[in-house]
């Protein structure tokens, strides 16, 4: 869960460090911001820095930055932390690579959308087919002893009408299972961006 959460706000909270830092507010005060809320996890891990800053329980930001890296499950928030850290301890220009990495993010997600999207672009059909042309089916079935009458024990031998019901309630209870597991399936690809 927690990886899914950062994954779905870093691109965000990227941009908001971009345009804070840009407007000339700085890194720690930026962290603050974000620390107050709006970001998911990202949130919480910032505020939780910036109490033990503000406690004096803290060997400073770019060990508490050092730390947050081995909590951070994805890529992309292992790596902002990653530039944070390396603008602490070597001061190098923080915004130029927010702005290169939010592009990065941004291209990687579009394409996973792009992706996800024509995975899925023919669930809509099978589900309707399989809804509508299965129940179809199944009620001719059940129908061929009142269409052929006594002409179907000749064909098939004796048909018992609980047989047929049951084929045909079975039929349905699958074709509802099938229906749900494509749905289901549809689901579990879902990149929660």
């Known amino acids: 869960m927690r990886k899914l959460d ?3 706000e870093i691109l965000y909270v990227i941009r908001t460090l971009d345009v804070l830092m840009s407007s000339g507010v700085g890194l720690e005060a930026a962290i603050h911001s974000i620390g107050k809320g709006g970001y998911g996890i990202i949130s ?3 505020a939780s820095v910036m109490s033990k800053l503000s406690s004096g329980k803290s060997r400073g930001l770019e060990f508490e930055i050092k730390s947050m890296m081995n909590k951070a499950e994805s890529d992309g ?6 530039t944070m850290y390396t603008n602490l ?3 190098t220009d923080l915004v130029e690579t927010l702005r290169k990495q939010g592009k990065r993010m941004e291209e990687d ?3 996973t959308v792009k992706k996800y999207i024509e995975d ?3 669930v809509p059909e099978t589900l309707l087919s399989i809804g509508m ?3 179809i089916i199944l009620a001719i079935i059940g129908l061929v002893p009142q269409i052929l009458g006594d002409g179907a024990e000749a064909i098939v031998g004796s048909i018992d009408q609980g047989m ?3 084929v045909v309630n079975g039929g349905l209870l699958f074709t509802i299972l099938g229906m749900v597991l494509i749905g289901l399936k549809a689901h579990t690809k879902d990149p929660g961006l």
């Open 6 to 8: 950062e994954k779905r």
């Open 44 to 46: 919480k891990d910032f």
């Open 77 to 82: 928030y292992r790596r902002l932390l990653n």
């Open 89 to 91: 301890t070597q001061n």
């Open 109 to 111: 997600r579009n394409e």
């Open 120 to 122: 899925l672009g023919g």
């Open 133 to 135: 042309i299965g129940p």
């Open 164 to 166: 047929i019901n049951s």
